[in-house]
């Protein structure tokens, strides 16, 4: 086989296995609002976010903050990097309610938000934040 057909095989497999992730992400301030705060998946069903989830990430960052943070927060473990590591998806806001889930910071938003952050957490990071806001979080795979 030629290694183009190989490229396409293997994205059309990666495509597959990601079409539970999120087609569209929302804001922690729009779900909160919801009665059943929920998004679309890419086979158009519905992900539900549990209250208790979203209420533990709404004490852990600023309130002037539930607008810019994008949920669920997708966790890409990607194979052209060590085995175990994750990439986490959106910017400093998600990489803020990872790191103080996971206990990597015991700073504030404001002070976490002036340093650069690498936006990879390894694998026993992403089990505890699964453990602890698994309804927000979901494995991608690239």
């Given at each position: 086989m030629s290694d183009k057909l190989l490229?396409?095989?293997?994205?059309?497999?990666i495509e597959t296995i990601n079409d539970h992730l999120p087609a569209e992400r929302k804001s922690l301030k729009q779900l909160l609002t919801e009665e059943k705060p929920h998004v679309k998946t890419k086979k158009n069903k519905n992900h539900f976010m549990r209250k208790k989830d979203l209420e533990l990430a709404a004490k852990i960052l600023p309130k002037e903050e539930w607008e810019n943070i994008r949920l669920p927060?997708?966790?890409l473990r990607r194979t052209?990097?060590?085995?175990?590591?994750?990439?986490?998806s959106g910017g400093v806001c998600e990489l803020f309610l990872i790191a103080k889930i996971t206990e990597r910071?015991?700073?504030?938003?404001?002070i976490f938000k002036m340093n650069d952050h690498q936006p990879y957490i390894w694998k026993p990071?992403?089990?505890?934040?699964?453990?602890?806001?698994?309804s927000l979080i979901i494995i991608g795979y690239s």
């Open positions: 490229d396409l095989i293997w994205s059309l497999d927060i997708i966790l052209q990097l060590d085995k175990g590591l994750f990439s986490v910071t015991k700073e504030d938003f404001e990071e992403a089990f505890t934040a699964i453990r602890k806001i698994s």
